[in-house]
């Protein structure tokens, strides 16, 4: 037999994808499916020139489920030993000194990241490049139980015309949960607490029209029959769930980028998942975010006053 070279090459009962070392590649993360890890890792293969500009560049925090979407499931923000090495890392200065956090830089990255059992993937909104002025904003849509989906669509639209009326232009993005985000891209020029400020005044003058429906108050009771506009993913160290990236959820749903004219009472949150989204990616005839970046615009303190923020 020829003896196996010490570090190249798949061990019995492993592989290696993009040259990175998958371990237990048909252990089973969602059951429902029978998706498999190497399954995952093939899916961030294929779509990988959708999913990386998006997330490239940006500190991660993962929800990790090494035993699978069944098996016990954990936030983590900063690298530990089961994270391949060649995962990038950037010191992230905090209170208590610099913290390391992980990014990916390309489609091996993110297999090391199913390697290390990341279900889920969620960014800063800001990149490593200028981890203090963000480069989006995310208005999350947040329906209560019960909440008719026609209502969440009637937000999303309202919403959009007050963002843009603004001057700035939202694009949005289907969850794989139960709501919708609206992303915004910005110029990296405010800081975080201006980018907080800022989507807390359109999520709170949007509550003030409807307050039945509608509130930017995260408390339980004031959700309660309401959407909540989560504008709260745009403080420092918040992240939500990257664009084109799965969540540990039944059916494995993804989060997908969606025209404003694909918004109609038959599309759902979780729409589209691993099973389906490559079929839609196929057919497109162009990106549904065409014109992002862009689109960019810096909160200057034109836009910062004319939501009354000083
Ligand atoms: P849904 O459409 O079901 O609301 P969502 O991704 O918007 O899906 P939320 O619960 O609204 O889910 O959370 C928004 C974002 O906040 C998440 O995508 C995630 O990045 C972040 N988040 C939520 N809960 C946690 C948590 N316990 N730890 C860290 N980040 C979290
Ligand atoms: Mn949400
Ligand atoms: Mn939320």
């Given at each position: ?102 990014y990916v830089e390309s489609a091996a990255d993110l297999v090391g990241l199913v390697q290390a059992g990341a279900l ?117 160290g918040s992240t939500a769930v990257a664009s084109y990236t799965v969540r540990a959820r039944k059916n494995a749903p ?57």
């Amino acid at each position: 037999k020829p003896r196996r070279k010490a570090g190249i090459g798949p061990r019995k009962g492993e592989t290696s994808l993009l040259g990175v070392r998958l371990t237990h590649p048909d252990r089973v993360l969602f059951p429902d499916q029978g998706l498999t890890k190497l399954d995952l890792a093939r899916f961030y293969e294929q779509i990988q020139d959708w999913v990386l500009p998006h997330l490239a560049r940006r500190p991660l925090a993962l929800l990790r489920c090494p035993e699978g979407r069944d098996g016990e499931c954990f936030f983590q923000k900063h690298p530990r030993a089961a994270i391949p090495q060649r995962v990038p890392r950037v010191d992230v200065p905090g209170k208590e000194g610099s913290k390391e956090y992980l990014y990916v830089e390309s489609a091996a990255d993110l297999v090391g990241l199913v390697q290390a059992g990341a279900l889920e993937i969620h960014p800063w909104g800001s990149r490593i490049d200028h981890l203090e002025q963000p480069d989006i904003l995310v208005f999350d849509l947040d329906p209560h139980e019960g909440i008719a989906w026609r209502e969440v669509l009637r937000v999303a639209r309202t919403l959009r015309e007050r963002i843009e009326s603004l001057g700035l232009t939202p694009f949005l993005r289907t969850t794989g949960g139960k709501g919708l985000h609206l992303v915004v891209p910005l110029e990296p020029d405010a800081d975080w607490d201006r980018a907080k400020a800022f989507a807390r005044a359109v999520a709170e003058q949007h509550a003030r029209e409807d307050p039945k429906r509608l509130t930017a108050n995260m408390s339980k009771a004031r959700r309660e029959g309401r959407i909540f506009i989560d504008y709260l993913r745009n403080g420092r160290g918040s992240t939500a769930v990257a664009s084109y990236t799965v969540r540990a959820r039944k059916n494995a749903p993804v989060a997908v980028p969606i025209r404003w004219d694909e918004l109609n009472p038959a599309l759902r949150a979780d729409r589209y998942n691993v099973g389906n989204l490559p079929r839609r990616l196929a057919a497109l005839r162009r990106d549904p975010w065409a014109g992002f970046r862009e689109a960019a615009r810096p909160l200057d303190a034109g836009l910062l006053e004319s939501v009354g923020v000083q």
